[in-house]
């Protein structure tokens, strides 16, 4: 009964998004099958005039992509593809990502390339958790400059905390599910984000390096009628 | 052993955070003894360069603060103090602060003043959550002008969600505490924010009007060198 | 010691169900061995009088169920099989399947379908959830035809309560185990049904279709002495 | 700065849900003041064409609501008042209530209440929990009458379950927080009913008697047209 | 440096337990590796006075039991093996053992093993849940005339609350993690089970049929110096 | 519309539950009123043929118990009243209550109280927690006499694990409360004693006293003809 | 039939704790009656030759213990008495209490005194949290020359972590029970520090002020037959 | 864009952690690639005079190890890779390793492992959990000569309260994931050990063995200038 090439028996594109919001839908994969998304990748490739961010792409769904859009740009670490593949120039205020550990880089890559797609100047910072706090105040100038930073951790998550006690910028916290134990996947990190003791800090889901990188996209944005 | 009248016994004021983050100190009052409140009111009274809120002030705490700095603004439903008591001229962007139902005034009110007393233009937007539709579209206007969104919801928490979806600027979504059974003291309307299905929602803690006041107030900043 | 070949060593099919409460038992297949689901199927393949619903039927199950009823219709999205493998007339009033996403289309899809054997009229709308307001606003007419809506939705969980919002029939809410980290494998999108500030929202287990299904049957059942 | 004199600056009452909903809304008046209560009270006195519920009233909010509405009727055990103060004439289905214990009374009564103001035939059984199955099958015959069951239950919540397998009506299960230690306030009989073995179980919120009235009403009003 | 063939290396069995308390140490398989296993098994070859148990043996673990004593009696469903295979002469009250569902028939099982073994009359029921209360109730003869009932259901977990309603005996409640979404693995069932309105339930761990079988054996132990 | 007088309206005894259980009913206090509480002792003072025991009674409580049944026994420290006020003559095996500190006092006292009124020979030990493991140690001849051992502790709840390894009867475990942040309300003490390494520990709700007395007269109660 | 002048009905002295481990027994008040505690006082005075501390007491428990050892030393604050009031002489190595806010100064101050007439030289610094940090590497010399730390942290926790990057001495981890909403009590902080990034950090219990000191006093103990 | 064979792209090491600390960095191997995990130890083979740990290494892990690393020594069981292989000469106090049971010796063997090859004098217990409290009792004098103890300990995790109430060293306490059910992977123990009733106890992650031994080191380092 289900057809899965019937696209409009399991998904309404939001094509009017970047209207709206002014930023493009993006499509989750995860929970997806690769049927579906051939089919929603085949939709899209006939609206190349805006940019199309594909999250949670394991290697069937990245595959299935490259069927009908094969020169979208795949970084499998971030588990994402973007297409077409080169990003926008930038435009509006810095957004730095910091991550904590190298096991948050998948997460930190995901933001990073989001915000980069979505117009913005981008630097990525990686190893710079409060463990050795000297990593992270020898690049205290970078993150001076931003306008956003997205602080990336797992574990005790306290990398936002001290982060936004030392800069003016926003800080948004994206608690990692990297640990064990009583880390309970990135529970332990979203609470300490939650509760950081320097005001200033915005979280988002855990593991959501997307919604962070949009979130700076947003924050960042040039004011109507500017140039970078 | 214990002295209340030695205020270096119980607390550091970090009077330099202005210089350091471009915002002063705010002083959290719950757990704080009148005593320790009533010795910081009377070394900030010595600064009157610079806003300072006291936020979470019961009324023994209110009248301790006014024993010192008399012409202190005190809006009890906000349990919050501003001194000196009028707000600075806005700069920047607005800041919409849009409460879902009468019960989250309170906290709707904590992040309106904050944003208002950190130099920003703010509106506020009570009583339109998405049980009557009707009441949220009818200030569509009113919250596609704003730089930042800070939408206050307790119970089922699904006012950002909603919002985020149809503006341009990022929504700060502060769960409140308002509902009973399983909203479990607002982890219900928590969990919701976290998982809004439309990008472009930044959490803070539950009940956190002040914080969320704070980052509206960062996010909409104006550019460095510019007047409002 | 233990039997497969014996039915009454592992179950006791309750076949009065139908006379006892107008429906007939649905064979809940998760946790049970091939070996046992065959017997059933031998066993219920002897009363071609009553519909017969298989849920959360894996490859393995199915192949096992048409061994001995070889003419089940089987939909494996909604992992459901159902003999004799045509509904019957619909009777009763129209119930409305609305899932908010494309991966929520397994459970809602269960939920139509057992809705549609328990002998009511379906309509299924799909990916509309709150995130584009727009594709919920263009079924409102649909959706105020309904007699039992059945909002079925993960991540968030915001549908159920916006659609309670702007209807008179009730809304049967299921939560999905669709989303990540914070979302808890449902309980985001549970917890967000329990406390719709709309009131007219029935919850039920997260994933449970089937119960949606059964329950939207049941509020939708004709008078007795009515025909449709 | 904030005049509780002002209606509009904390509730705007939604006097179209009549309109929309079939039902009219209802005023939880839980973290509301005293003050914001006398003035939603005399506003809604110039509606009398309207049924309307005030929920969770503690003594001081029916002394406010008294002022300007002093015939409103008041069940101090539901903590609920009804204005104008006679139900209507009934129509539709048999509601019957059914609670578990002496202690859920409470819940109990306000949803009896509730069903009973929106226009339903209603009867209340109490004190037939499981621990005596001689007390609920002794009333099988009124449950088996009934064309939605509101069941009431803490502790195990398991009498929603064992209702719901033996008649053919739809069970409104309302977990509430009566017991102690690991009942957390409900928790146990909430996840006992949402876990229900048998189908045809719809749940509310821990509490939430208005809910279950509200729903059972919906789920039994007449037919479009119909004379009860 | 880890020698798996020097068996003090890794466990030290507690072979006076029979002579401490009165019955003999079982062998949790679970988290042991194979060479783990053999070694025990070795061990106890030479200890052929007293019955062992080996619970939650997987096949390879059972494999590895058979190589040392190859007569052992294994029930691949309850995933135990017994050594000698024969069970003692019954002596004692009647333990009666009745699972919910067919799912639970493997912690239904390794409780009835287990108490046959360790010496007493059994007797098992399945399938007779409280979806189906006829079911039950058509063995209450049955149930009335065990000095101890184990009682092993998941989902709702509303069996022994119904069973301890309607006899003398102790009834041991074991939930199982049979279930999905809010069953949150047994939870849901445990917490039924705690808070029990009947009195005279006892609860073990989920799907600890082993320890119910064992307390069940000690409840119903004849007095010192009786015979069966 | 409630009438307190008038005891249908809010409870039915179930005054055969001795005949069908062998155990009379108990009054749980908690939740009632003292106008129900006194109806309902007016009601029991017509059957002084049978034990009734008051639980969980506050000082109002037993004041209004006190009004009918003038002579009931009354004991603070257990908020337990007994009525006739002198316990039967023991029978059967021995029960003792071991509580591990000074605070589970009130706990083990109910079940004493209770085990002691349904008719068991009982010895209550206190403070014997395992941090001091010398004054268990000192009782184990107490407790290798026992037929039954209600084992009472808080914190870390370790009393009943330490015990079960020692002897041969059942040991019934009551988590208390007693304890502060991470005991999360006796939590902690329950989770413990679910996962007692050691088998032959029951666990019952935290802080239910009533059910571990209840539970031990069940386990060591007479063969049927037997006399003590 | 509770006799609290009966001591041994209600409690049992651990008067050998310190030959057996060095360090004497503490008495935890929360939960025991002013009479309990009384009873308690009077036993303890006539054993002069040891260090009492009563921990957790409130005004009336004090009140209680001067009755009987009039000299006791009471900081109400940390809410702990002493007797003998003098610490001893100080010992072993430097113990060094950091807390992290104003809000912790009740626990730190536990802390600082168990350890302090535990036998140790102690250093309290104040406020010192990582939004500032500043404050905490101005301190750094006295952190790096103790031989243990106690961080006292509520909130989102991160001070242990960021200490126990910078020193070689190992960090006892205080969490509190300061914040709101997502701390949970101090859940947040418990686990900030159970997942904290940096090895070397040891967790007690929230507002476990005296495990910490205790513990503190143990590792900082000077080698058997040292002098300080 | 992201280059495994670039190292700075994905790590920065902690090359001064010893000068800063004491202890050199250790690798946490779980999350990272094995590519990553290759270029960390082609970096770290160029710094032969400082110990160096690899945690939570799979066998793919060990395989990347000894590639640029081939003498290192692996002990799979602990899932532990050593380089240099040899540990230094011991010195400081003695630690003592004990686990509950045999399931626990992966991680107190990492214990073990890390606190040898951190430079101390150690010794291992294996299978003495409280279930046969002679085995932990026979080992008694050991415990005494320690002057740190790990107890390692899942499900009930009641031998840490056990032995800290029994000798004067501080007990570090390491909860595993070993048991089932309620066992939640470790929860019952962690908070077993954090509401341990015996003072002494520290408390670290869930299956964290590393930082346990770490923690021991600490505390049993000799002081400056001691020799063993």
Redesign the interface.
């Known amino acids: ?2 057809n899965p090439h019937d696209i409009s ?4 594109l ?1 094509l ?2 970047t209207a ?4 493009p839908e ?1 499509i ?1 994969c ?3 099958s690769t049927e ?1 998304i051939t089919g929603i990748a085949a939709q899209l490739g006939t609206h190349p005039d805006t940019v199309t961010l594909f999250t ?1 792409a394991d290697p069937a769904h990245a595959e299935a992509i490259h069927t009908h859009l094969p020169d979208a740009l795949h ?1 499998p ?1 971030a588990r994402l593809l973007a297409w077409p593949p080169d990003p926008p120039t930038p435009t509006g205020g810095l957004v730095v990502i910091a991550a ?4 948050d ?1 998948p997460i930190a ?1 995901e933001a990073w390339l989001t915000a980069r797609f979505l117009g913005r100047r981008t630097e990525l910072l ?10 992270l105040l020898g690049h205290l100038d970078t993150l001076r400059q931003a306008q956003a930073v997205i602080a990336v951790a797992g ?4 990398l936002p ?2 982060i ?7 800080v ?1 916290a994206v ?1 990692t ?32 390096g ?2 962070a990188g ?2 700076a996209a ?2 960042t ?1 040039p ?1 109507a009628g500017a140039s970078s």
Chains 1, 2, 3, 4, 5, 6, 7, 8 share one sequence.
């Not at 990686?126 to 990593?135: K, S, Y």
């Not at 574990?155 to 306290?158: N, S, T, V, Y």
């Open positions: 009964m289900h028996s399991y998904a309404h939001d009017e998004r709206r919001r002014g930023y993006a989750y995860q929970g997806k579906q949670r970084d670490t904590a550990g190298t096991s880089l890559r990686v190893d710079i958790g409060v463990a050795g706090l000297h990593r574990m005790d998550g306290a905390s001290v936004a006690g030392l800069i003016p910028a926003p948004i608690p599910s990297i640990g064990y134990g009583a880390s309970f996947g990135g529970i332990a990190a979203l609470l300490t984000m939650l509760n950081a003791c320097a005001p200033g800090v915005a979280v988002v889901n855990i593991d959501n997307y919604g949009h979130l947003q924050i944005c004011p």
